[in-house]
């Protein structure tokens, strides 16, 4: 994501945002997963191992990769989304999410995953924001114990690749195994389906 000088918009005032930071909180503390969904098949590949991608996608670019690693891979995939959706302009997000990454804030999500026992492998995607990954998928992986699994990233990006996502991922989940991400360009997701390919096979998942 591209770095721009911060700007106190209406959209967003500082009045607002720290309103829905204790909102958001508050939320978080009374129930962490207003809305939780399960997925529920764990159908097992590669070797009797347990798959599932989770994802967050804004514009639809990390949806598109998702789609295509499901579609090579099988597993479970869930989508997470947003109780309160990002503004739709672009620089009110990037300055939203600059705020939510300072804050260490985690909005609430109305879908997720209440559940990881089942499975060994978990492939998380997201948008390089801010050189790490979205505040949704942060408050994901905050949330959960990855003691025992596998977890590899996939990135979309606009230029900053993978970012400093390998090393946050490790800080976040400390007894997991980190595996080798995929970096993928926002313009290039429609042609991604050979990269997914290479980068399933040098992390020895396949169907």
């Known amino acids: ?9 209406a959209s967003f005032s500082r ?34 191992q347990k798959v599932l991608i989770v994802y967050y996608s804004r514009s639809g670019n990390t949806r598109v990769v998702a789609e295509s690693i499901h579609t090579a891979l099988g597993g479970d995939i869930v ?35 209440d559940d990881i026992s089942p499975y060994d492998v978990i492939l998380v995607g997201s948008p390089n924001w801010w050189g790490t990954f979205a505040s ?12 025992g699994k596998k977890i590899a990233p996939f990135i979309t990006h606009e230029g900053s690749a993978l970012g400093k996502s390998v090393a946050d991922l490790k800080t976040l989940c400390p007894s997991a195994t980190i595996l080798d991400g995929l970096a993928v360009r926002g313009g290039r997701v429609q042609g991604s389906q050979a990269d997914v390919g290479q980068w399933l096979k040098r992390l020895d998942l396949s169907k």
């Open 136 to 147: 949704p998928v942060r408050g994901f992986l905050a949330q959960h114990d990855f003691s």
């Open 15 to 48: 009045r607002s945002f720290i309103t829905a930071i204790t909102a958001g909180l508050f939320a978080v503390a009374v129930h962490p997963l207003m809305a939780s969904t399960s997925a529920a098949s764990t159908s097992a590949v590669s070797g009797g």
């Open 79 to 113: 989508e997470l989304q947003t109780v309160h959706p990002y503004p739709e302009e672009y620089r009110a997000t990037t300055e939203q999410a600059q705020k939510e990454l300072k804050a260490n804030y985690f909005p609430p999500l109305k879908t997720s995953v």
């Open 1 to 9: 994501m591209k770095k721009f000088v911060q700007h106190e918009t």
